[in-house]
C-alpha cells in the first residue's frame, strides 16, 4: 500500500508571508508528484507537477522534490488571502498501479490579511 | 476550451438504491479516472478507463461499476447504496501524450440517507 502523508494543519500564516506545504510518500521508486488546490466545497485544482530533483517555480509557487529523502514540498510567496484552501500532495503509482494518483489527506492553509 | 464535466451536481438516494454518475473528458483527452473524496479525506482511486475499458481498479468492491462510451465519456455506477458511500465522485481525465497530468471535475456530491 503506497502512503502519502502530509502535515494536516491547519496552517496560518498572515498576508505576504511565505506558506510552506510538505509531503512524504513511501514508495521510493515514484518518478511523479503533483499539487492541488482545493477551495472548500469545490474539486481539486492542479496547480504544480514536478518529475525531477531539485526546484520548479511558476509565479508565486515553488515546488521542491527530494527523491533520495522521499520528500516533496510547496512553497507560496507572498501569500494572499485568495491562497486559503485544502492543498492535496498526489504521487503517481507505477508498475502495476501506473496511472492512478495517490493522495494525502491535504493540508489546510489560511492566510490572513 | 471546456474542461472535465459531470452530472449530476448534487444527489440524494436512500440506501439499497443505485446510483449513475456521468462525466466528459476534457477535450483532447481519452483517458477517465473516477475518484471518491470522503470529508476531510484525500480522494481514493476507484477505477480508470482508456480506450472503453477497465485499465485498473482501486480497493473497491463490485458494487462499483464503470464504463467508457466511444466519445471518451464514462459512468460511474455504484449499487446497494450504504450510507458509507456517501462522498464527493471525481471524474479525473488525461491527455494520451501528457499522461501523468490529471485534471478534475466540479464532482458530484452523494448523499445517502
Known amino acids: 500500500q503506497k502512503e502519502v502523508e502530509q502535515n494536516s494543519g491547519p496552517l496560518s500564516v498572515p498576508e505576504g508571508a511565505i506558506a510552506s506545504l510538505n509531503c512524504t510518500y513511501s514508495?521510493?521508486?515514484?518518478?511523479?508528484f503533483f499539487w492541488y488546490r482545493q477551495y472548500s466545497g469545490k474539486s481539486p485544482e492542479l496547480i504544480m507537477s514536478?518529475?525531477?530533483?531539485g526546484d520548479k517555480e511558476d509565479g508565486r509557487f515553488t515546488a521542491q522534490l527530494n527523491k533520495a529523502s522521499q520528500y516533496v514540498s510547496l512553497l507560496i510567496r507572498d501569500s494572499q488571502p485568495s491562497d486559503s484552501a485544502t492543498y492535496l500532495c498526489?504521487?503517481?503509482?507505477?508498475?502495476?498501479?501506473?496511472?492512478?494518483?495517490?493522495f494525502g489527506r491535504g493540508t489546510q492553509l489560511t492566510v490572513w490579511p | 476550451d471546456a474542461g472535465v464535466t459531470q452530472s449530476p451536481t448534487h444527489l440524494i438516494k436512500t440506501r439499497g438504491q443505485q446510483v449513475t454518475l456521468r462525466c466528459s473528458p476534457k477535450s483532447g483527452h481519452d483517458t477517465v479516472s473516477w475518484y471518491q473524496q470522503a470529508l476531510g479525506q484525500g480522494p481514493q482511486f476507484i477505477f480508470q478507463?482508456?480506450?472503453?475499458?477497465?485499465?485498473q481498479r482501486g480497493n473497491f468492491p463490485d458494487r462499483f461499476s464503470g464504463h467508457q462510451f466511444p466519445n471518451y465519456s464514462s459512468e460511474l455506477n455504484v449499487n446497494a447504496l450504504l450510507l458509507g458511500d456517501s462522498a464527493l465522485y471525481l471524474c479525473?481525465?488525461?491527455?494520451?501524450?501528457?499522461?501523468?497530468?490529471?485534471?478534475f471535475g466540479p464532482g458530484t456530491r452523494l448523499t445517502v440517507l
Open positions: 514536478i518529475y525531477s530533483n
Open positions: 478507463y482508456y480506450e472503453e475499458e477497465e485499465r
Open positions: 498526489a504521487v503517481k503509482g507505477r508498475g502495476s498501479t501506473l496511472g492512478r494518483l495517490y
Open positions: 479525473a481525465s488525461s491527455h494520451p501524450q501528457i499522461y501523468n497530468e490529471q485534471f
Open positions: 514508495d521510493r521508486g515514484s518518478q511523479s
